[in-house]
């Protein structure tokens, strides 16, 4: 079970930091992505990462802003997004991920949580 928290509203060139609380314990899975929808588009795949080696992925849209990482202390998974744009603005969720040829890969979920939403505007 995973739970999103740290969305809101920042202007351009702002900065957000999502989180993704985990119950239970990291080796339950392969790996851990953020995938964001836009309005009126599919979900895309922002960032992973793959616990058995640290390995983490990017989105190529994200270009050295974003940053994902684990936090053993708190449990977590953390998305922290820099020089944030109006493109970047949707509903980002965090699921078990697979990495496929590099990517992100949320595999043949059909059913997606609440997510927290970001929205970046002037």
């Known amino acids: 079970h995973l739970v999103e928290s740290g969305g809101g509203s920042v202007q351009p060139g702002g900065s957000l930091r999502l989180s993704c609380r985990i119950s239970?314990?990291?080796?339950?899975?392969?790996?851990i992505g953020w995938f964001r929808q836009a309005p009126g588009k599919e979900h895309e795949g922002v960032a992973c990462?793959?616990?058995?080696?640290?390995?983490?992925f990017y989105g190529d849209f994200v270009k050295g802003r974003f940053t994902i990482s684990r936090d053993n202390a708190k449990n977590t998974v953390d998305l922290q997004m820099n020089t944030l744009n109006s493109e970047d603005t949707g509903v980002y969720h965090c699921?078990?991920?697979?990495?496929?040829?590099?990517?992100?890969?949320?595999?043949?979920?059909?059913?997606w949580g609440q997510g927290t939403l970001v929205t970046v505007s002037a």
């Open positions: 239970g314990v990291f080796s339950d899975y392969y790996a």
């Open positions: 699921v078990p991920s697979g990495v496929v040829s590099g990517t992100c890969d949320y595999g043949d979920l059909e059913v």
């Open positions: 990462i793959r616990f058995r080696d640290g390995a983490t």
